[in-house]
């Protein structure tokens, strides 16, 4: 059967990345402490998405020989499709908002 179960984005920070896709709007299901988490789920139709820390997700890729964890980009990309321009230019809008600000705790 040709489907994607679930994605994992290794992330330095599952915190911070957690509240950023709250900001957007995600609603999430935390395994472990909050201030702490083991694995974060996005509750989404379809494909599962996870946030999961970088240096474990290494080890899962192989646990004897993790691959090397580099600065730029990690090989990962998302997309995000919409019904109208409208709600592309929303989307746009809300995401330039949250990266041009500091973020706040």
Request: overall charge positive.
């Amino acid at each position: 059967m040709n489907r994607l179960n679930i994605i994992t984005l290794g992330t330095k920070d599952i915190v911070k990345s957690h509240k950023f896709f709250k900001q957007l709007g995600f609603d999430t299901s935390i395994r472990g402490a909050e201030s702490n988490p083991d694995i974060i789920f996005f509750r989404n139709e379809g494909t599962r998405i996870a946030l999961y820390p970088l240096e474990k997700l290494a080890l899962d890729v192989n646990e004897h020989n993790p691959p090397e964890i580099v600065r730029g980009f990690s090989g990962i990309t998302l997309a995000y499709n919409v019904s109208t321009a409208g709600v592309f230019y929303h989307v746009c809008n809300l995401l330039y908002q949250l990266l041009r600000r500091p973020y706040q705790s």
